[in-house]
Nanobody, 115 residues
Framework: QVQLVESGGGLVQPGGSLRLSCAASGSFFRIYAMAWYRQVPGNQRELVAR???????NYADSVKGRFTISRDNAKKTVYLQMNSLKPEDTAVYYC?????????WGQGTQVTVSS
């Protein structure tokens, strides 16, 4: 099984920045895609950003140009750099990977954007 541990959430003002981190367990980190999702209470969880094992990325339209996903395979860690944050970005952010036919999720980290 895979364990994902997230950190970096917090309270920021509109226009501010945060960097989320997700540390993964396991020996096959390099070959699997990793993703960040977010969820607002009462809403469905939505894909924010994804990065493949070879570094290809894609983003939700709502965050393009503001968020950047990256990975450090030596540290088995995926990051989400969030710039120009908006109140609409407020959500619980989850790290995700699909490995061996199973989905794995982190515990979630709260991001609140408010003045």
């Amino acid at each position: 099984q895979v364990q994902l541990v997230e950190s970096g959430g917090g309270l920021v003002q509109p226009g501010g920045s945060l960097r989320l981190s997700c540390a993964a367990s396991g020996s096959f980190f390099r070959i699997y895609a990793m993703a960040w999702y977010r969820q607002v209470p009462g809403n469905q969880r939505e894909l924010v950003a994804r990065i493949t094992g070879d570094g290809s990325t894609n983003y939700a339209d709502s965050v393009k140009g503001r968020f950047t996903i990256s990975r450090d395979n030596a540290k088995k860690t995926v990051y989400l750099q969030m710039n120009s944050l908006k109140p609409e970005d407020t959500a619980v952010y989850y790290c995700n990977t699909n490995q061996g036919g199973n989905n794995y999720w982190g515990q979630g980290t709260q991001v609140t954007v408010s003045s």
